[in-house]
């Protein structure tokens, strides 16, 4: 079972992230689980989302508390993301204007922030850097790219998704990984 | 034969789905976190004519058990929905249901209870509607709630008695998973329309639910009481021939996990039951021979079905998501060793309350609770 976590702020889009990933899951043949955590909602307050995926049921009701992957979706985040925990060997994704490597952790870097914004994906909370970021986790969980797409066309038929596929698809193939 | 379909849904549209397929006429309701998002659904296939059904938005979760109570006498087949603090404020409505003989269905989402606020799941909830004469289930899946309804329904109108089906609020309520959807004509096949014995009509009056005498009220309670027992055979039949229709399983009266050798076993409801099959096998891993017993019915409490699962000379540790005030401890342990008393004494119960207010109960954790339980 492969485990992940979702840290960022109220608003940025993580409940709507951790659906795309297990709705990735299921169209990949596999199970999802998207199981963000509600609380008393504020825009702008830490929140954080567990997504979980495997070839079997999932058992798992709980909080991620040491996932493989985390992503974090604001760089304010990165130390609070990494000491809420993760697997020794666990691997970052953050998105970040300029490239950031977090200590003893595989890390992956992507500017969604920059492509949410190049492809005019706006919300009244500011550019959804949530598109761009299900592109690039796909493409870390090794979640082929037309599993990707079908996803966002399966959410959003039309015109949306055609927007959101080309943001989606850039952070994909640009998602790179930090060498250490 | 059409195949069954598979799509993502959270436990709250799974429950929303299997009450339209379950044919619903008529559904009370109100808002009350985190049941909303399951009335949400239901007004909104209603409205949109998905579901051929009268939605009554009411003030308050009194009336809308008031309002079920009266659907259902009327005939119809009812659901409603609520969470903790609604659910308490039902509670007198609860025993016209159930005292009635009203098969009424309804889901409580769990909840800790007021005061002070919490949102997140508990079950003093649904324990604390013991003693109201319903049929309690309750499900550790997305999956088992929409088989859990439909099930339920069977039952309620074979017996003549609501039933409540209880699951987390947030951990199942509002996890997306995937939910297999049987083909419509399979739940028409073992869900058949309601046909009650008798029902409220304006073109032949009568009335019901009168001032009887001592002895007449009695004899209701009495049936009441023999009839909630005798609910547990149409129980397992329900499961049983839901697998045979579906293909689908989550247990009848209980649920058991690697239960077969275990001299260690864990005994749970709802979610935490699930994440406790992770917890059985990182115990396994340490060389304990550790299972599951998981009670999916609360009420009437399964008595027989855990007396004969239970290994010789296990030792039973209860993790309650409640507290049993007057006594150290919770509910469920109080349920479970009035059960044992005198026909089991060869096993030992353990028990701890956790988990309360949504506090997050991993399999790490679980697993390490068991483990400092058993040098207690």
């Known amino acids: ?180 | 034969m059409k195949a069954a379909q598979v799509i993502m849904a959270t436990g709250a549209n799974a429950a929303a789905l299997a009450v339209k397929s379950a044919r619903v006429d008529v559904v009370p309701g109100y808002p009350i976190t985190p049941q909303t998002s399951i009335m949400e659904a239901m007004a909104a296939m209603v409205e949109n004519g998905e579901m051929n059904a009268r939605f009554i938005p009411v003030e308050g979760e009194h009336s809308a058990m008031a309002a079920a109570v009266a659907a259902s006498a009327a005939g119809a087949r009812v659901f409603t929905a609520t969470s903790a603090n609604g659910l308490l404020y039902m509670h007198e409505v609860l025993h016209m249901a159930s005292g009635g003989r009203l098969p009424v269905v309804m889901v409580n989402v769990n909840r800790g209870i007021f005061a002070p606020w919490t949102l997140w799941a508990d079950h003093q909830d649904s324990f604390a509607q013991r003693d109201t004469g319903w049929i309690q289930y309750h499900c550790s899946s997305n999956q088992e709630v929409f088989n859990t309804i439909l099930q339920a329904f069977r039952v309620a109108e074979q017996t003549n008695i609501p039933v409540m089906v209880n699951f987390d609020g947030f951990a199942i309520s509002h996890c997306l998973m995937p939910l297999t959807l049987p083909p419509q004509e399979d739940i028409d096949r073992f869900l058949p329309p309601h046909e009650p014995e008798w029902r409220l009509d304006p073109a032949n009056p009568s009335s019901f639910s009168n001032v009887t005498m001592a002895a007449e009220y009695a004899q209701f309670r009495q049936m009441l009481s023999d009839d909630i027992i005798a609910s547990i055979p149409l129980v397992k039949q329900a499961a049983q021939e839901y697998k045979d229709i579906t293909g689908m399983w989550d247990g009848d009266t209980i649920d058991t996990y690697r239960l077969e050798d275990a001299e260690v076993v864990a005994f749970a409801v709802n979610s935490m039951a699930a994440e406790l099959k992770l917890s059985i096998d990182i115990l396994r891993e340490q060389g304990i021979k550790a299972g599951l017993l998981r009670p999916r019915l609360y009420l009437p409490f399964p008595a027989e079905d855990i007396i004969s699962a239970l290994p010789q000379n296990a030792q039973v540790m209860v993790l309650d998501r409640n507290y049993n005030y007057g006594h150290p401890g919770g509910i469920l342990a109080s349920e479970l060793k009035s059960v044992l008393f005198g026909r089991r004494n060869d096993i030992t119960v353990k028990n701890r309350v956790m988990g309360i207010g949504g506090i997050d109960l991993t399999r790490r954790f679980m697993a390490a609770e068991i483990r400092a339980m058993m040098d207690e």
């Open chain 1, 1 to 180: 079972m492969l485990e992940l976590r979702i840290n960022g702020f109220g608003g940025q889009g993580s409940v709507t992230l951790a659906h795309l990933l297990a709705q990735a899951a299921l169209e990949n043949g596999e199970q999802g689980q998207a199981l963000p955590f509600f609380g008393v909602e504020r825009r702008g307050a830490p929140v954080r989302a567990a997504v979980r995926m495997s070839p079997t049921t999932i058992h798992a009701h709980s909080q991620c508390e040491l996932p493989d992957y985390v992503v974090v979706m604001s760089e304010k985040l990165i130390g609070a993301a990494v000491s809420e925990g993760i697997t020794a060997i666990g691997t970052v994704i953050i998105n970040a204007p300029e490239a950031v490597a977090v200590d003893k952790h595989p890390t992956w870097h992507v500017d969604a922030d920059a492509m949410a914004r190049e492809a005019g994906l706006f919300s009244a909370d500011g550019p959804n850097i949530n598109i761009p970021l299900f592109g690039a986790v796909c493409r870390v969980l090794n979640i082929p790219q037309n599993i990707m797409e079908q996803t966002i066309l399966n959410k959003w038929p039309g015109n949306n998704g055609e927007r959101n596929l080309g943001a989606a698809g850039k952070a994909y193939n640009t998602v790179t990984q930090i060498s250490l």
